[in-house]
């Protein structure tokens, strides 16, 4: 079984920035896309992020685009998300995902995910 170990997250101002990262257990992490979601109070989870088991390609909500990257380090078997001109909106917890369907086209699909972490709190004050 795979776990995923978020961290990182915290209270921070409106235009400051944080990098979120995410530890997996396993020896198959390289093989698998990662995902990054996120849930604020009220509302249903939504997409954020992705990218591919090679890190080659990346995927965005439009809502973080030119602001928020993923990254991964398949050595240290360990994706991030670096999150800048942070805004209020953005407060949420943050879950990390994997996806060990290894040949479907990394996907925005929370259902296509089949590990997540335990989340880590981001508050962006105004």
């Known amino acids: 079984q795979m776990v995923l170990v978020e961290s990182g997250g915290g209270l921070v101002q409106a235009g400051d920035s944080l990098r979120l990262s995410c530890a997996a257990s396993g020896r198959s992490f390289s093989s698998y896309a990662m995902g990054w979601f996120r849930q604020a109070p009220g509302k249903e989870r939504e997409f954020v992020a992705a990218?591919?088991?090679?890190?080659?390609?990346?995927y965005y909500a439009d809502s973080v685009k030119g602001r928020f990257t993923i990254s991964r380090d398949n050595a240290k078997n360990t994706v991030y998300l670096q999150m800048n001109s942070l805004k209020p909106e953005d407060t949420a917890v943050y879950y990390c995902?994997?996806?060990?369907?290894?040949?479907?086209?990394?996907?925005?699909?929370?259902?296509?995910?089949?590990?997540w972490g335990q989340g880590t709190q981001v508050t962006v004050s105004s």
């Open positions: 990218i591919s088991s090679s890190g080659r390609s990346t």
């Open positions: 995902a994997a996806d060990t369907l290894i040949y479907r086209l990394t996907t925005r699909r929370q259902g296509d995910y089949d590990y």
